[in-house]
């Protein structure tokens, strides 16, 4: 760790009073070694990581810590405040913060280092070293690895007690802060030893978005717990730096599992059949002894996990911090970005089908009875009819990943079989949103169930897939089907009715929806509303035109970012001109994500500016008439675009109404003190727009 961090990396008198002025402070040392090439991005990459989850632990630590592409080499900040500064921990603010800084591509080697200083951080004897150091050179080392703890608190008056009231006298033990990616255990008492008698054994997978701190920790928190609990524990840490899978023999031995993962579990099936506990990543690190006595207690009353453990929000009861709005949002989500490739392919596919047959090619017979190789119209209809059978699965795959979403693998029959009652009963998107819930909560259900040992090994093959599906079946078919089916057509024929000012004011909703949070829920609410209006062979007028408006709207974002850095380049960063280069091409291609590296660094000038310009952009659309076939394309599809004229100049008034506002505002931010910039509270709403993406993780 010699170069990751040295003294002058180490603020021993750190003085700021929020977790934002914290990061920054470190994070300016950073930039002044030339570790960090730009603040205000990195910043924003640090805050985006913060939202997915506080980096606040239990005794006085925060770890704020991303991957991003503004480092240069893998980096470690330490401050310690006396004031205490608050990072959303349990039991109140922290006076040890260590701002770790990984590349994008940090190699193994480096990370694994990272993730031995995230296990001494559960070290009792560590912390008060740290507490009771009083210099940067020595507090440096002391990390590094140069200096013991004893060593560094033999100044401190024996018996003295740090901030989180343990005693400075004791050595590291090297056991304790071993890698357990390899798959070592925790020990077990003497008494167990001496006795004879076999200790209860667990099995623990952790990992974390970042795969770098809280990965580590948990499994270091759940391996002490073990230990006083004369338990053994053997930890697979699903890290950045990799993973070694647990030996089978290791995991066919234990008694018990404990998932601590914020992250999808990679392999899970290996655990099915036994007493499991899954919680989120900061319960195994704050309270592992609870986990292990919960699983204790399901070994005894004999309850198991059914086929794959769940691992999905629903099931992460332990994790008090998600709400069933943030759960219910993540299922809907699933379904919506498992459904979006189909979505594109077909929709693409009609409307190649209708560019080069005409717009009679819907009403041309099945190519398996006519097709000739010389034929334009012959490759036109066959386009078409694969496009077609591509957009057939829309509903299915919606309502099946919902259920995923919320019940895993069991989730994915009862869900495709309710999206198909859907379609079967003309209760298209609706119907599939309403499926694909219903089949999640009645496979959670039966999972639910204490079923004798002999039919564990069926349940996921047979019996989950014919109780639900037969549930959600009957439920489509005989109970909710018709009036969903009625709810969906009274849509459409508003929809088909929408005309003037009505048709205005929706465009302008819908380019506010797709500019809001570029590519976030509120987004593809707006882009699943446009895709579903034109998900049959002979879409309606009312539902093109709101599939253009849809496209405009979310061309708008990036388009106005490339513009603005071309014409007021000198108030966007080096990094913000370059990012600028690249949203030409992606706004061009609809992709509304090109702006966020924009409205991440500034999001309360960069995101209401967008939402005026979509909002125009939207409105224009709609007046004008402009329709679309295509769910996708950008400029690509104008020539399948009715009225494209006057389409490209809905998208040209947008973008310079979204242009303008930004330069204004940014111009107005010019004359505020230094340092007030995109920096503190704005970071922190930047790191609600981008916590879908994978810039931190």
């Given at each position: 760790m010699s170069e990751m961090i040295t003294a002058d990396l180490v603020d021993l008198d750190l003085s700021a009073e929020t977790k934002e002025a914290a990061a920054r402070a470190l994070a300016?040392?950073?930039?002044?070694?030339?570790?960090?090439?730009?603040?205000?991005?990195?910043?924003?990459?640090?805050?985006?990581?913060?939202?997915?989850?506080?980096?606040?632990?239990?005794?006085?630590?925060?770890?704020?810590?991303?991957?991003?592409?503004?480092?240069?080499?893998?980096?470690?900040?330490?401050?310690?405040?006396?004031?205490?500064?608050?990072?959303?921990?349990?039991?109140?603010?922290?006076?040890?913060?260590?701002?770790?800084?990984?590349?994008?591509?940090?190699?193994?080697?480096?990370?694994?280092?990272?993730?031995?200083?995230?296990?001494?951080?559960?070290?009792?004897?560590?912390?008060?070293?740290?507490?009771?150091?009083?210099?940067?050179?020595?507090?440096?080392?002391?990390?590094?690895?140069?200096?013991?703890?004893?060593?560094?608190?033999?100044?401190?008056?024996e018996g003295t007690e740090s901030a989180d009231g343990s005693k400075n006298s004791v050595?590291?033990?090297?056991?304790?802060?071993?890698?357990?990616?390899?798959?070592?255990?925790?020990?077990?008492?003497?008494?167990?030893?001496?006795?004879?008698?076999?200790?209860?054994?667990?099995?623990?997978?952790?990992?974390?978005?970042?795969?770098?701190?809280?990965?580590y920790m948990a499994a270091e928190s759940l391996e002490n717990a073990g230990r006083e609990a004369g338990v053994e524990v053997v930890v697979e840490t699903q890290g950045s730096a990799g993973f070694t899978r647990l030996d089978p023999a290791v995991i066919a031995a234990a008694d018990g599992v404990i998932f601590a993962h914020d992250v999808p579990v990679r392999d899970k099936d290996r655990f099915a059949g036994k007493p499991t506990v899954d919680v989120g990543v900061k319960a195994g690190i704050n309270k592992p002894a609870e986990l292990i006595t919960e699983v204790r207690g399901k070994a005894a009353r004999g309850e198991v996990s059914a086929g794959s453990a769940p691992g999905t929000p629903v099931e992460r009861s332990g994790d008090s911090a998600e709400g069933y709005g943030t759960k219910l949002r993540k299922w809907l989500m699933s379904g919506v970005s498992y459904m979006v490739p189909f979505v594109a392919a077909g929709g693409l596919?009609?409307?190649?089908?209708?560019?080069?047959?005409?717009?009679?090619?819907?009403?041309?017979?099945?190519?398996?009875?006519?097709?000739?190789?010389?034929?334009?119209?012959?490759?036109?209809?066959?386009?078409?009819?694969?496009?077609v059978v591509s957009f057939g699965f829309l509903v299915p795959v919606l309502a099946g990943y919902i259920a995923y979403g919320?019940?895993?693998?069991?989730?994915?029959?009862?869900?495709?079989?309710?999206?198909?009652?859907?379609l079967t009963i003309n209760a298209g998107f609706l119907g599939g949103l309403a499926a694909g819930l219903i089949a999640g909560g009645v496979v959670i259900g039966i999972q639910k169930v204490k079923i004798p040992a002999a039919l564990r090994g069926v349940m996921p093959v047979v019996v989950i897939p014919l109780i639900s599906a037969a549930i959600v079946g009957f439920l489509m078919f005989v109970v909710i089907g018709k009036p969903i089916a009625s709810a969906q057509k009274g849509m459409t024929d508003w929809l088909n009715g929408l005309t003037g000012t009505n048709a205005v004011l929706l465009g302008a909703l819908l380019g506010l929806m797709m500019?809001?949070?570029?590519?976030?829920?509120?987004?593809?609410?707006?882009?699943?509303?446009?895709?579903?209006?034109?998900?049959?062979?002979?879409?309606?007028?009312?539902?093109?035109?709101?599939?253009?408006?849809?496209?405009?709207?979310?061309?708008?974002?990036?388009?106005?970012m490339a513009l603005a850095t071309t014409v007021r380049g000198r108030l966007f960063t080096q990094t913000e001109r370059e990012n600028g280069k690249a949203a030409w091409v992606l706004g061009a291609s609809f992709i509304s994500e090109g702006a966020i590296p924009f409205a991440a660094a500034d999001p309360l000038r960069v995101i209401p500016s967008a939402m005026v310009g979509g909002a125009v952009t939207g409105s224009l659309s709609m007046a004008f008439g402009a329709t679309l076939r295509a769910p996708h394309g950008g400029i690509f599809v104008v020539p399948l675009i009715g009225n494209p004229f006057l389409y490209l100049i809905a998208i040209a008034a947008g973008v310079c109404v979204t242009t303008a506002l930004v330069v204004v505002l940014k111009g107005m931010r010019k004359q505020a003190p230094e340092g007030t910039g995109a920096g503190g509270a704005d970071t922190a709403i930047a790191a609600k727009v981008d916590s879908k993406e994978p810039v931190a993780a």
């Open positions: 300016e040392r950073m930039v002044t070694l030339g570790r960090v090439t730009d603040l205000e991005g990195f910043l924003a990459d640090v805050a985006a990581r913060e939202a997915q989850m506080p980096t606040g632990l239990d005794g006085g630590i925060g770890i704020p810590h991303c991957r991003s592409e503004h480092v240069t080499e893998p980096t470690l900040g330490f401050g310690r405040s006396a004031a205490g500064i608050d990072f959303g921990a349990p039991d109140g603010p922290a006076d040890l913060i260590f701002l770790i800084a990984a590349p994008a591509g940090a190699d193994d080697a480096h990370l694994t280092i990272l993730s031995s200083l995230a296990r001494q951080l559960m070290n009792a004897e560590f912390t008060s070293a740290l507490r009771a150091v009083d210099d940067a050179a020595a507090a440096a080392a002391l990390i590094r690895g140069d200096e013991s703890p004893a060593a560094a608190a033999s100044t401190v008056p050595a590291v033990s090297a056991a304790a802060s071993a890698d357990t990616a390899t798959g070592t255990t925790s020990d077990t008492t003497a008494d167990a030893g001496a006795s004879g008698e076999r200790p209860f054994r667990i099995v623990a997978v952790t990992s974390c978005p970042t795969g770098i701190a809280h990965t596919l009609i409307a190649l089908g209708f560019a080069i047959g005409g717009y009679t090619v819907n009403k041309a017979p099945s190519v398996m009875d006519h097709f000739v190789w010389t034929q334009a119209d012959s490759w036109g209809a066959l386009l078409f009819q694969i496009g919320m019940a895993d693998r069991p989730g994915l029959v009862p869900g495709f079989v309710g999206g198909a009652i859907s500019c809001f949070d570029l590519g976030g829920p509120v987004n593809k609410v707006a882009y699943t509303f446009a895709t579903a209006g034109i998900a049959v062979a002979s879409p309606s007028d009312s539902a093109m035109k709101i599939m253009a408006a849809v496209m405009a709207a979310g061309m708008v974002p990036p388009l106005a």
